[in-house]
């Protein structure tokens, strides 16, 4: 399980050092071999070992082709999914592309997210962080009856 939010940085080429104690873990898993796509609400990246994706990804691929949020959902999620393997220093390349979606400069915030990592500019996750713990949602929200019953 990965957990735990990281302060990591990207070098000139986009290389994100994976912090040590997940290196271990992430070659365990899936030899290095992971998937890195957008988020579908948020200006965020998600990294998945690749067998996790595979899973996630045949689950997406039985949703019906003809509704439109599904088909929304598919070509975000799918559409972006870009292969990527940890190198022998434990980097990984972030493609231009994700690294433009999610403002990805120099600094960033890799956060573990249980079976996959979340990977946020600096600046982005600060901001958004800041603004779901104004959020009044524990009070009368929106939280479902499952989250209710768990004592924290």
């Known amino acids: 399980m990965f957990r735990g939010v990281n302060n990591v940085s990207l070098d000139a080429k986009g290389r994100l050092a994976l912090?040590?104690?997940?290196?271990?873990?992430?070659?365990?898993?899936?030899?290095?071999?992971?998937?890195?796509?957008?988020?579908?609400?948020?200006?965020?990246?998600?990294?998945y070992p690749i067998q996790d994706w595979?899973?996630?990804?045949?689950?997406?691929?039985?949703?019906?082709?003809?509704?439109?949020?599904?088909?929304?959902?598919q070509r975000l999620l799918v559409g972006h999914a870009t292969d990527v393997e940890l190198?022998?220093?434990?980097?990984?390349?972030?493609?231009?592309?994700?690294r433009?979606?999610?403002s990805l400069d120099k600094k960033a915030v890799l956060i573990g997210q249980g079976r996959k990592f979340e990977l946020w500019g600096e600046e982005t996750w600060q901001v958004r962080?800041?603004?779901?713990?104004e959020e009044d949602v524990l009070d009368g929200g929106n939280l479902p009856d499952?989250?209710?019953?768990?004592?924290?």
């Open 19 to 47: 912090p040590t104690r997940y290196r271990d873990l992430v070659e365990e898993r899936c030899a290095g071999q992971l998937i890195v796509t957008i988020d579908t609400e948020e200006r965020c990246l998600l990294i």
């Open 54 to 73: 595979e899973a996630l990804e045949k689950d997406l691929a039985r949703l019906p082709s003809f509704n439109k949020a599904a088909r929304r959902v």
């Open 87 to 98: 190198d022998m220093n434990g980097r990984l390349l972030v493609p231009p592309p994700l």
């Open 100 to 102: 433009q979606f999610a």
């Open 129 to 133: 962080r800041d603004q779901w713990l």
């Open 146 to 152: 499952d989250l209710m019953s768990i004592s924290l």
